[in-house]
């Protein structure tokens, strides 16, 4: 539950935003007042201290690491601010305010100021100060009253998360990219606290928890998931880490690390493809994210071709590189290099493609098998349509596990959620869908239930892994003389490369349990099988290359789904457009036709 009067400090800053009209298009006004927020939640942390750290200051020549230090222990804070000015105090001077807020951003601690760099805020101060709106904006977060006596650490979270959400639905379009719905992510977190997952966080008085999302955006997930947590177990320690490539994304993130005094080293800027921030880390309790869906990874492939070569299996994409336009297995092989040995649980969000794309033997088919292999994937939820801000593709919900349940060994579950969700009255860019709370609850159950009271169910399904791999086998036919005669050489018979074929034969029961020579045994009869019972009867002369085989790994979560309907009987067709043609008739003899 949110903190009680968290909505009237939203509902302040939401009317202050309505004072950029004219000055800022709509999809900006969040760039201004998050920065804002922050700047005047530190001016209020920082006030009880501010003449201690001046004094402090006053006695060095320079700020290094070391000063550093001794300020922000002074300051009793993980920033601290040496300008004399307040945001209060220099609204005295309304002719160089621009200026005064200028200087006071950069006698902000180090890291504190590199947040304010990346929103790009100098450029918004200008802008206001041209449009002379400056003052009446400054004016009233001064009079915002964030204390912690009276705005504690969580609900300043809520706030700002609650902002976050309001001016990255004002976005539409844009927001997406950066911003995942708070349905999905408390779907996406139910699903990964289930079970003795969840039985763990209740019983244990004081758990201590991590969390980690490589593709973070503004934060939402992490802080999501540790929202939940925390209201599972008010006792539960949660640290969450972060890794996020666009600058102002990541500045965002970080101020609500900020307002909830977390480490900002716990939140990264950079590509974690090529630059992993947490590689010394030995791994993290919950691990999700939402990466961006269809972007190629071509500007950066070097780095990533070359740990694939160098490292193998003793890197992070030792399985296989997926094609250059979608690195969305590239993020899922990292996340999975992220387990812990003692067990994690990952959840990610992935578009239709990581489920099928690429043919036996290619970097995605690689993956899968190697994920599959392993026994990694507990189960993959569907989601209704139109469910995000930038797009409106199908999407489907991953999650993983390196410590599964002892009934869900070999297998793997499936809930198609696809029909429930509800209809926006109002859309949001393609978002026209959304999860209530209710149907987050019942996927839940869905989910939890597969095997038991929802085990009949026909949006459930539990698998064998098996049934997600085959063998692509390369079916040959004689090569034929002009006389109509096999070729031969050396006494074999020679195959018609136009004649050639190939198709799919399902894995055998229990492949993935047996061992190297075992499968190149029950492979070859179960190939041998398909081509005596379903190809001798039409080409008696055909054959398999085995040396050509190949294994496949997909997952059709759809075909799973799908329900023949019969069409409907001609007769009742042919009454239906004799009708028709009847009514029409009717309708031409009142026009006098």
Not at 20 to 48: C, I, N, W
Not at 72 to 81: E, I, L, S
């Amino acid at each position: 539950m949110a903190p009680q009067g968290f909505s009237d400090k939203v509902a302040f800053v939401w009317r202050v935003a309505d004072k950029l009209r004219g000055t800022f298009k709509q999809h900006e006004y969040g760039s201004v007042m998050l920065p804002l927020l922050v700047l005047r939640r530190m001016d209020a942390v920082l006030e009880p201290t501010k003449k201690a750290v001046l004094d402090a200051a006053a006695g060095m020549s320079e700020i290094g690491p070391g000063q550093d230090a001794i300020l922000k222990q002074v300051a009793g804070q993980r920033f601290y601010n040496t300008s004399p000015l307040t945001l209060a105090s220099m609204l005295s001077d309304d002719k160089n305010l621009d200026q005064a807020l200028a200087g006071y951003l950069r006698r902000l601690s180090a890291d504190a100021y590199a947040v304010m760099e990346a929103y790009n805020l100098d450029d918004k101060i200008a802008r206001m100060h041209k449009a002379g709106t400056l003052y009446a904006v400054l004016a009233d977060f001064a009079d915002l009253d964030l204390r912690p006596s009276v705005v504690g650490n969580e609900a300043m979270g809520y706030i700002f998360e609650e902002l976050l959400r309001k001016f990255s639905e004002m976005s539409n379009e844009t927001a997406g990219e950066h911003y995942t719905p708070r349905e999905v992510i408390s779907l996406m977190v139910h699903l990964m606290l289930t079970g003795a997952t969840s039985a763990e966080l209740t019983q244990n008085p004081k758990p201590v928890r991590t969390i980690y999302d490589p593709a973070a955006g503004t934060g939402g997930m992490l802080m999501g998931a540790m929202h939940q947590i925390t209201e599972m177990n008010h006792g539960a320690v949660v640290k969450v880490y972060g890794q996020e490539l666009n600058d102002e994304t990541w500045a965002i993130a970080q101020s609500d690390l900020m307002m909830q005094d977390i480490d900002p080293k716990q939140m990264a800027n950079g590509n974690t493809l090529v630059a992993d921030a947490f590689a010394t880390l030995p791994g993290f309790d919950f691990i999700l994210a939402n990466p961006p869906y269809g972007v190629d990874w071509k500007g950066y492939a070097p780095a990533i071709k070359d740990e694939h070569a160098r490292l193998g299996f003793d890197g992070r994409f030792g399985a296989g590189l997926p094609r250059v336009s979608d690195g969305s297995l590239l993020f899922l092989q990292h996340m999975l290099s992220k387990m812990k040995p003692s067990g994690s649980r990952v959840g990610i969000v992935l578009s239709g493609s990581p489920l099928f794309s690429g043919q036996a033997g290619s970097g995605e088919s690689e993956i899968r098998r190697w994920i599959l292999e392993n026994d990694w994937i507990e189960g993959i939820v569907a989601l209704p349509d139109q469910m995000f801000y930038n797009t409106g593709i199908s999407t489907y919900i991953w999650i993983l596990t390196n410590d599964k349940a002892e009934a869900d060994r070999g297998t793997v579950k499936l809930v198609d959620a696809r029909e429930l969700g509800t209809k926006m009255r109002k859309s949001l860019g393609d978002k026209r869908k959304e999860l209530t709370s209710d149907a987050i609850t019942h996927v839940a159950q869905l989910y939890g239930g597969a095997r038991g009271e929802f085990a009949d169910d026909p949006r459930v399904k539990v698998l064998t892994r098996e049934t997600f791999g085959f063998q692509r086998i390369t079916v040959e036919r004689p090569l034929l003389d002009d006389a109509g005669e096999p070729v031969l050489k050396k006494g074999k018979a020679q195959p018609d490369p136009k004649l050639r074929d190939q198709e799919n034969v399902p894995l055998p029961a229990g492949f993935l349990d047996l061992g190297e020579d075992e499968r190149a045994k029950v492979l070859r009869v179960a190939a041998e099988e398909h081509l005596e019972n379903e190809i001798h009867p039409y080409v008696p002369d055909a054959w398999i290359d085995h040396a050509k085989t190949k294994l496949g790994f997909e997952i059709p979560f759809t075909r799973q789904f799908y329900v023949y309907t019969p069409p409907r009987p001609v007769g009742e067709i042919a009454t239906e457009i004799k009708e028709l043609e009847e009514q029409i008739q009717e309708w031409m003899k009142g026009l006098g036709l």
